[in-house]
C-alpha cells in the first residue's frame, strides 16, 4: 500500500517519488492506496491539478477503509512518523 507521502512528494516533481512509481507500474506490480489517500490527495491540491491529481489517482486499486486497515495505519504511524 502506498503512503499518501509518496504521491504528495509526486507533484512538485520529486524525482525519488516519480521513479518509485513510474518503475513499480512498468513492472507490472498492482498499486494500492487506501480511500483515506484518496480524500488526503484531492484536499492538499492545488487549483489546477485536479486533472494531474485524478489521472494520478486513476492509476491505483483503491483500497477500502476499514477498522483492520485503520489499526495497521495506526501503528505504521506510530512506528515510523516524526514525534511531536
Not at 502506498?2 to 513492472?27: C, E, G, K, M, V
Not at 494500492?32 to 490527495?41: F, K, L, M, N, P
Not at 484531492?42 to 486499486?61: H, V
Amino acid at each position: 500500500m502506498i503512503d499518501t507521502d509518496i504521491l504528495i512528494d509526486h507533484f512538485p516533481n520529486n524525482i525519488s517519488a516519480t521513479t518509485f512509481i513510474r518503475y513499480a507500474l512498468l513492472a507490472g506490480e498492482t498499486l494500492v492506496i487506501s480511500v483515506a489517500t484518496v480524500a488526503e490527495i484531492l484536499a492538499g491540491i492545488r487549483p489546477g491539478e485536479e486533472e494531474k491529481a485524478e489521472a494520478l489517482l486513476d492509476l491505483f486499486l483503491v483500497y477500502p477503509a476499514d477498522t483492520k486497515l485503520a489499526r495497521v495505519a495506526g501503528g505504521y504511524l506510530n512506528r515510523y512518523a516524526a514525534t511531536h
